[in-house]
């Protein structure tokens, strides 16, 4: 029985004649019946339009061949003069009905011409095939009455035969009366019945592309950054300002636009954070009519170095040797600022600071030497201690009452959320209301088979989901590895021209794959976590804090069995331990003074 309804059938069949009929077919017909029930097409008609067609129920079987039978129930008449047929329903209303034979021998006609269209069916079925008719009416005792010239009493069913000792010996009656038995007929056989099923009741089940669904929750992670918005107008008659929150909470979207806001009334406004990439991407985002200047921290530098030549940095490096690769970005390079301050005057009426907890100790002064008023000058500093993954800033140039927090996760969806929060130490940091897609664990050993997983997930993103390449991004934790791994990935061949890159500002058909660190501050909708060889969680959890709350969408976790089993374990241990089962804390406001 197709559909099988079971114990919904009164829900699912509003005809109480279709439901007489269904329940003697279950029960009266043998296996190697196929009963499908409801069965509707469109078809190309005469004339070149469209045409609907319907039958009750479909019989199919792998010898006998089709039947297919049109339900009357209730009372019938037909008036020989006028040609109408009308039914009678149990309250005595009479209704204008079809021709019910005419529907019956018209839908066989139909149903055989579109299986004939179908590529297999030639193939498969050799030869001419029975296709018969009936009419069932299931309220009426006696067939008398109906039979005529075009109404044999073969292919006339009745209340007579609805007991299921009368069902098969009814339905192979009007088989035989079709040809059934004919030498010139041909069996549909097994595949045959098959091809029925699969054209009049083929199950599928289609759904939303992730770029349909991406789509939708950014809607709604529009709605929730907006809702922080409101902090900058909190912000409004404050100063001095350290604001605190964890990945994913609007800090660098908070702090472009509270750079915007600044240059709109009339301040010469300095945006800057740590990350190239980031501040890459702040300068192609940023209004280019205000007066904001903005990028990282070095490159700023490095734009002054041009506009005023001179011998700062090397004066720096005479004073300060460097005892490290890190001591020429953490303490030559403001320090050779503080030398060009010292020639050049360079002022800004308000400083914002993106990413404060990765600024040394040492760009705070030359920061300060730049604002027009050392005591007024507003300054607003973003940051997440979770993130310090460059240096450790031990004193910012903000007393801890002026200190507040962000404590929504505007970014991820839910099910992300759920394994970055246990790697996020230290204050709130809430579940969003998009709930997403659960993580995927992609399990493969070795490089090889890694990347092999990586190109298919890749590919099928691409090519089924609807997803942009420049909207994935493989992100990898072990740095020390990412120069072996990324060469090996680069080398693949992609089809449609696709290709791995290291480039952050990637073109059309480019999916990105950085370490962890050069994309901090970022976010793609998916990301592909890679790069877990042999990990130790304690150690890389800033790093893999950062690489996990990148995904808006999306998060991808792709390395060796125990790789990750490793991670999946210290997630949910620290989970417990913190009691985050629910992902989320107790509501509280959305800024609120740090304790």
Not at 49 to 75: M, T, W, Y
Not at 210 to 218: K, T, V
């Amino acid at each position: 029985m197709i559909p099988d309804y079971g114990s919904r059938l009164a829900h699912m069949v509003g005809s109480a004649g279709e439901r007489k009929v269904y329940e003697a077919l279950r029960h009266g017909l043998p296996s190697g019946f196929v009963v499908l029930h409801s069965v509707s097409w469109i078809a190309r008609a005469p004339g070149d339009h469209a045409q609907d067609g319907e039958a009750d129920f479909l019989l199919v079987h792998p010898r006998l061949g089709l039947l297919v039978i049109e339900v009357k129930g209730g009372g019938i008449a037909y008036d020989g003069d006028t040609g109408e047929w009308t039914s009678q329903d149990r309250e005595g209303r009479v209704n204008p009905i079809k021709n019910p034979f005419d529907q019956a021998k018209n839908a066989k006609h139909q149903i055989l011409a579109l299986l004939r269209k179908q590529p297999d069916w030639d193939k498969l079925v050799r030869g001419p095939v029975c296709v018969g008719h009936a009419v069932w009416f299931p309220d009426l005792v006696s067939p008398d009455a109906l039979i005529g010239p075009d109404r044999p009493r073969e292919i006339i069913l009745t209340l007579a035969h609805l007991p299921r000792e009368h069902v098969e010996g009814a339905i192979r009656r009007a088989w035989d009366f079709a040809g059934a038995r004919s030498e010139v007929r041909c069996e549909p056989g097994a595949h045959g019945v098959a091809l029925v099923e699969k054209t009049f009741a083929r199950s599928f089940a289609v759904l939303p592309t992730a770029a349909a669904r991406i789509s939708d929750e950014e809607q709604k992670r529009i709605e929730l950054t907006q809702a922080q918005f409101h902090l900058l107008k909190w912000l409004g008659s404050r100063r001095r300002v350290g604001i605190a929150g964890g990945a994913g909470t609007g800090k660098t979207l908070l702090a472009l636009e509270k750079a915007h806001e600044l240059a709109r009334n009339g301040f010469r406004t300095l945006l800057l954070v740590f990350n190239n990439a980031l501040g890459d991407h702040l300068a192609a985002v940023v209004d280019p009519a205000l007066p904001v200047t903005t990028g990282s921290f070095h490159s700023f530098c490095g734009r002054l170095f041009e506009q005023y030549p001179g011998d700062y940095l090397e004066r720096a490096q005479r004073e300060h040797p460097g005892q490290s690769g890190s001591d020429l970005w953490n303490i030559q390079f403001p320090a050779a600022l503080c030398h060009l301050l010292e020639e050049h005057e360079v002022k800004f009426d308000a400083i914002i600071v993106d990413e404060a907890q990765d600024f040394a100790d040492e760009f705070w002064f030359p920061l300060q030497c730049m604002m027009t008023d050392p005591e007024k000058t507003p300054l607003y500093l973003f940051y997440d201690r979770n993130q310090q993954i460059y240096r450790k800033t031990q004193n910012f140039p903000i007393g801890p009452a002026d200190e507040f927090s962000l404590t929504e996760n505007c970014r991820n969806t839910a099910q992300i959320h759920s394994v970055v929060r246990p790697l996020f130490i230290g204050g709130e940091l809430n579940a969003p209301a998009i709930e997403g897609v659960p993580v995927a664990w992609h399990e493969a050993e070795g490089s090889a088979e890694q990347i092999k997983q990586i190109k298919a997930l890749v590919t099928r993103l691409i090519t089924q989901d609807g997803i942009r390449p420049q909207d994935i991004v493989v992100l990898f934790v072990r740095h020390e590895f990412y120069p072996v791994f990324f060469k090996k990935i680069e080398a693949e061949k992609m089809a449609n021209g696709l290709r791995f890159v290291k480039n952050t500002q990637p073109a059309d058909k480019e999916i990105r794959v950085l370490t962890a660190g050069r994309f901090k501050g970022l976010e793609a909708p998916i990301v592909i976590v890679w790069g877990l060889r042999e990990i130790s969680v304690e150690d890389s959890r800033m790093e893999l804090y950062v690489a996990l709350s990148r995904p808006k969408n999306e998060l991808h976790m792709v390395g060796s069995g125990g790789d990750l089993k490793t991670i999946r374990e210290y997630l949910q241990n620290a989970a417990q331990s913190a009691n985050l089962s629910s992902g989320r804390t107790e509501p509280q406001a959305t800024a609120s003074a740090a304790t």
